[in-house]
Structures are given as C-alpha cells and as structure tokens.
C-alpha cells in the first residue's frame, strides 16, 4: 500500500487521525506514524465515543487510550450522545453520529489542538456514499461522495485505497484493531448497501469501485466548474442576492441554492422550488415569486433577485418639518433658503402642503403629477423610472389622499413645486 501524502499534510503542521479502534483507523494511524518523519508532520489521535452501544463503545475508547499511551501518542478523547441529539433534531441515529463526530474535529482544530483531522474513508466508503446519493436523488454533487479534502480541514488519505489494501496492510503489519459488530447488521442504511448490495454488483462487474470512483472524480471536477460559474452570476447586496440573467438552468440551479443559502435557507428547498425560479427566468420584467420562507423572487430587467418580504404596513405619519422615521426609514424635511439651482435637490414649496398631508408607503389607486404636467398612477410611472417591483411599496411618500405630492429621494409633483413667489422652501431627502 503506497499514498503519497504531499497533496494532505504539510511540513511542521500537526494531524489528529480519527481513531475509533477499528481496522482502518487503526491502519491509518499506523501508516500515518510511519510516515511522519518523511513528510515533517506531527501526529496525534482523536476518538469520539458516540454513547450508541453502550459498555462496548466504552471498551473501544479504552483500547485506544491503551494504544496511545503504549505508543507514547497524544490523544484526545470526546464524549457525545448521538441518541439524545437524534431525537433532538428529528435525525437517524447515523446522522446524529457523524454530526456530533465532525462537531468534535472542528472543535480540535479551532482550538489549535491539531491543524487538520485525517479520516479512515477508503474507496469501498466512497462508492457507497455516490449510490446511497444517487439513490436518494441526489444530482452531480451527490455523485462526488465523499471529497478527499473536506474544507481544507479534514483529509482523507486513503480515499483511493481499496478496502483490501487496508486489510493486507493491517495484516502484515500485525495492527491490533477492534470490531464494531454494528458494521454486521444491515439495520442501517450504509450497511444494508455494503452487506447486500455491493457483493452482487462486484459479482457482476469486479472493477465496479474503482469505476464509480473515477465516475466521483469527473463529477468532482465538473460540480466545481458549475458552481464557480454560479457564483460568478451571483451578486450579495444590502437589499437581496441578485441572479444575473440569462443562465442554463444547471447554473441557475446553483445559483438560485446559493441565493438562499446566503437568505439562510440552508436545507427547507425543494426540487419544485428551483423549477419554480427558472420559470420564473422565462417570465415577463416585474414577475414575481413567493418562493419560501418568506423569500420573494423578482425578475428585473436581466436580473432574479432574492429579496426577503418586509412586513406590509398602513402607517402614516403626519406630515412636519424635520426628520421622521418611517418603518426604520429615515425621511428629512429641512426648511432652506431658496436655491438658485433647484436641479441639486428636491425642494417644495411648504405652504402647497396641506394639512391633510401625510408621510406614508404608497397604496392602490395613488397619482403622481411629474413636473411639467402630466398625471398617471404611482406605480406606472415608478415603472417608467425602472424603480424596482420588490422596492415601490416601500419608498415613503408624501401624500394627501390619493395625491402623491413627493417621493421620497426620487421626485416633487408640479403641484408643490418652488416658484418665483415661494415664499418657504423645503428640501426633502
């Protein structure tokens, strides 16, 4: 058995191996130790006693310290209940476990205790994870498995080792190892694959690992090609994640995931929610989505953006001079000197606002008469400014009735306009 750890460790860096006792982590440690003067490494362990099968789970942990302590190497031991987390969090016992285990990795490495975590996952592990994904429907993603280098934090040496390598290797090194006699029982679903279903297909095709690795491999290298694309169209802004348009629906598959993660949708979205977003793609300017989770997604000239829906308010202060707060929005009424150029602002004649005025969010049926004439609803002629669906509802206006006297920040009607015997100017912003 040869690996070539370059690619995974470098010099004076320190690799805890995740050792729970079993024949491959116990063959990892040891070609880990055996290596480790080569490559100018250090090398301690990591076991994580998952609380699932009782005293022989803690007779595990026990041969491991034993085994260290022989070995004069530096151990660190973790304790968790994966039972207790699985009905917590609605999980299979499986994922309770590995969810605790990489909380426990992560932990090490943040508190400097090692500089990257070596896993045991060889190639038998790796084609069971592409079918159990596949299986599960997974896309080109699921189809990697199980990635050599996690996060540059977690590596995994032996990934394109086969699982009789491993066996020969402990053998001939004579490696004491325990066994998790859960590994023999098809309850759980990786075994049920590994016991029943593998044996048939390498019956039929014997080199059917080392295929569907390199099937991992290629789909490794095409899913990083997609998602940097993805997130070349993807612009995070203060107001929402935009989606630059056009895109081939696999990229905007991606894209519209990362929108939502980054909206912290991280596991709600559904096949029919990406199918919902390209259709969108193919939709007329001002279309709109309720996509999830209160997060709306609008077409806008070229653009798709995700933006999450603020509650919808009928506040309306009354108008005054000063500043006002507006729904966490800020408008200012200043009372000014006359400008000689009223094009550097947006300034009112006070005394053509009534008493009736109000500031608040535009509404159904409101009109807005431009300078030089013209009167047509508020939101045609927001639509004329290019001013954005998701954004129009709220822009704070001045108002009286159904009149809108100015927008905020984007324009002053003819009716309140400054003229020559204006005798109070304001400026608005």
């Not at 982590?25 to 290596?35: I, N, V």
């Not at 696999?250 to 990362?258: D, K, P, V």
């Not at 704070?396 to 009716?415: H, Q």
């Amino acid at each position: 058995m040869l690996v070539d750890l370059s690619p995974f460790v470098k010099p004076n860096s320190t690799v805890a191996v995740a050792l729970s006792g079993g024949r491959d982590s116990m063959a990892l440690l040891h070609y880990m130790l055996s290596l480790k003067l080569k490559y100018h490494f250090n090398v301690i362990a990591l076991n994580v006693e998952h609380g699932i099968r009782g005293e022989t789970s803690k007779n595990d942990t026990s041969f491991v310290k034993n085994y260290c302590k022989q070995n004069n190497v530096e151990l660190l031991c973790f304790s968790v209940d994966s039972i207790k987390t699985a009905k917590q969090y609605k999980l299979s016992i499986e994922q309770a476990a590995r969810k605790l285990r990489y909380d426990c990795f992560f932990n090490a490495i943040n508190d400097k205790k090692c500089d990257v975590v070596a896993t045991a996952h060889h190639q038998s592990d790796l084609c069971e994870s592409v079918l159990l994904n596949i299986l599960r429907g997974s896309g080109v993603k699921g189809a990697i498995g199980i990635k050599s280098n996690f996060e540059n934090k977690i590596i995994r040496p032996f990934l394109s080792v086969s699982k009789q390598e491993i066996d020969n290797y402990v053998k001939e090194n004579d490696i004491p190892f325990v066994t998790d006699e859960t590994n023999f029982s098809d309850e759980y679903t990786r075994n049920f694959l590994r016991l029943n279903v593998m044996p048939i297909i390498k019956k039929a095709f014997p080199e059917a690992e080392k295929s569907i690795a390199r099937f991992s491999e290629i789909s490794e290298i095409e899913n990083d090609f997609m998602e940097s694309t993805a997130l070349k169209a993807v612009n995070i802004s203060s107001d929402g994640v935009k989606i630059t348009l056009p895109l081939h629906p696999a990229i905007l598959s991606r894209a519209t995931i990362i929108a939502l993660k980054n909206l912290g949708v991280e596991k709600d979205w559904e096949k029919a929610h990406i199918d919902a977003v390209i259709n969108l793609s193919n939709l007329n300017n001002g279309s709109r989505i309720n996509l999830l989770n209160g997060i709306i997604v609008a077409k806008e000239y070229g653009e798709l953006t995700f933006y999450k829906q603020r509650a919808s308010s009928d506040i309306e202060l009354p108008f005054s001079v000063g500043v006002i707060d507006i729904y966490g929005q800020s408008v200012t009424i200043e009372k000014v000197k006359k400008p000689q150029d009223l094009k550097d602002g947006f300034y009112a004649d006070l005394n053509k606002i009534p008493n009736s005025a109000v500031i608040r969010f535009k509404r159904d049926g409101d009109t807005f008469t431009k300078f030089g004439g013209g009167t047509k609803p508020l939101g045609e002629y927001l639509c004329d400014l290019k001013i954005p669906l998701r954004t129009r509802d709220f822009i704070p206006v001045i108002a009286d009735g159904k009149t809108i006297l100015a927008i905020v920040g984007i324009a002053i009607s003819e009716k309140i306009k400054v003229e020559n015997h204006t005798v109070e100017t304001i400026k608005v912003y």
